[in-house]
């Protein structure tokens, strides 16, 4: 079985560029996704390589956890582009569309939390105390709630929020740029002895 290692979006792509040549071989192949740039990536990345494995005989056991990646990435860039602006032109008062992005919020974190208990038990074993995309969504999330449930109880007053939208902001941004590792290329690389490397 050829074996496609995968460590980053251009591999992804290329894959889809060549997979007509590829397809037509007439070995199977195993494309284990190592990882990913970033969290922000994942959507698109997922968008690539799901109709590449749904359409052929090849096999991605990360898939899924690729899948759990591209749902937090989204649910993120929808705060990013969708509420923080909300935030930022609104900070000087506490209007209705200030107060509906704290309700999205609050919900945000609600969702954030699932997702990455989702990812979490995707990846099992391979998982570390430190992974820094879990530790990073489980801050964001409580930054979020923390942030919401302040201004939704008028617990807190206009300088307490200009004071944490900016690093709001800033840990959104961090989330996004976060590398995503699914699986150890040593591994990966023992489950084939017939290696396809395009690097």
């Known amino acids: ?36 740039e970033s969290v922000r990536i994942a959507c698109e990345s997922y968008a690539l390589l ?15 956890i690729l899948s759990d990646v591209a749902g937090l990435s989204l649910e993120i860039q929808k705060l990013e582009h969708d509420v ?33 208990k989702s990812f979490k038990e995707a990846l099992g074993v391979l998982l570390r105390e430190d992974y820094l995309v879990t530790a990073k969504v489980k801050k964001l999330s409580k930054m979020l709630k923390d942030i919401a449930v302040h201004v939704l109880k008028g617990k807190c007053n206009i300088v307490w929020l200009q004071e944490r939208v900016p690093l709001l902001v800033q840990l959104v941004t961090d989330v996004l740029e976060t590398p995503v590792h699914f699986c150890d290329s040593d591994e990966s690389s023992d489950e084939s002895s017939d290696e396809y490397s395009d690097e």
């Open 1 to 36: 079985m050829m074996l496609y290692q995968i460590h980053s979006h251009a591999q992804i792509q290329d894959l889809q560029a060549r997979s007509d040549e590829l397809g037509h071989s007439n070995k199977s192949m195993l494309v284990s996704l190592v990882s990913l």
């Open 50 to 64: 799901r109709p590449l494995i749904m359409e052929s005989w090849w096999v991605c056991p990360q898939l899924e």
């Open 84 to 116: 923080l602006p909300q935030l930022m032109v609104q900070e000087a008062k506490l209007e209705r569309d200030a107060l509906e992005a704290f309700l999205l919020m609050k919900n945000s974190a609600v969702a954030l939390l699932h997702m990455r």
